[in-house]
């Protein structure tokens, strides 16, 4: 489990902390290995919404047929021309990762843009700050920033009871043996 911590290494979502600051926009071309789909009734809103009010960047478009946004690297959303979008939010979500101090602002934002079309930022049990919001395509989605791990919190004592401990808070049984 302590390879979870050392993957902040290698992943394009930086360290939890109280002074991380989000990558740089990845302008790149690859093959992706997961995006979302979103049908849309009004491309050019829905584009609106995305940039302004949830901080993605547009990568391309198809006009009239479909927009690709992005926020980092592999976090890809289609924005696809259809007839209709769904009446209501679906009970499904899916989720970006985010820093800290982009939580609020982000809320901040989306509100500004629809009023009721954000719930939270709060903290959850798992040491994240999350807000959902309602997209005008009625997309549930989610935006998630780790908290800064502290060692005397709630997390922590979950993870000493099944043997982890984070690196930099001392030695323990990570299931690493010599």
Not at 16 to 26: A, C, N, R, S
Not at 65 to 81: E, I, P
Request: contains cysteine.
């Amino acid at each position: 489990m302590s390879d979870y911590y050392n993957a902040f290494e290698m992943s394009p979502v930086p360290a939890p902390g109280p002074d991380t600051v989000p990558p740089d926009p990845f302008r790149g071309i690859y093959g992706m290995p997961a995006f979302v789909k979103i049908p849309t009734s009004d491309l050019a809103a829905s584009t609106d919404f995305w940039i302004r009010g949830l901080g993605f960047f547009e990568l391309f478009s198809i006009p009239g047929m479909l927009v690709h946004l992005r926020r980092w690297a592999f976090q890809d959303v289609l924005l696809v021309s259809a007839a209709s979008v769904p009446e209501q939010p679906s009970a499904m979500s899916f989720s970006f990762a985010g820093v800290l101090s982009q939580v609020d602002s982000l809320a901040e934002a989306c509100r500004a843009l629809r009023p009721n079309s954000v719930d939270g930022p709060r903290d959850t049990p798992w040491n994240t700050r999350d807000v959902e919001v309602i997209t005008p395509e009625n997309a549930r989605v989610v935006f998630t920033a780790a908290k800064p791990f502290d060692p005397a919190s709630q997390e922590a004592r979950n993870l000493a009871a099944i043997g982890i401990t984070p690196p930099d808070l001392g030695p323990a049984d990570n299931g690493e043996h010599a």
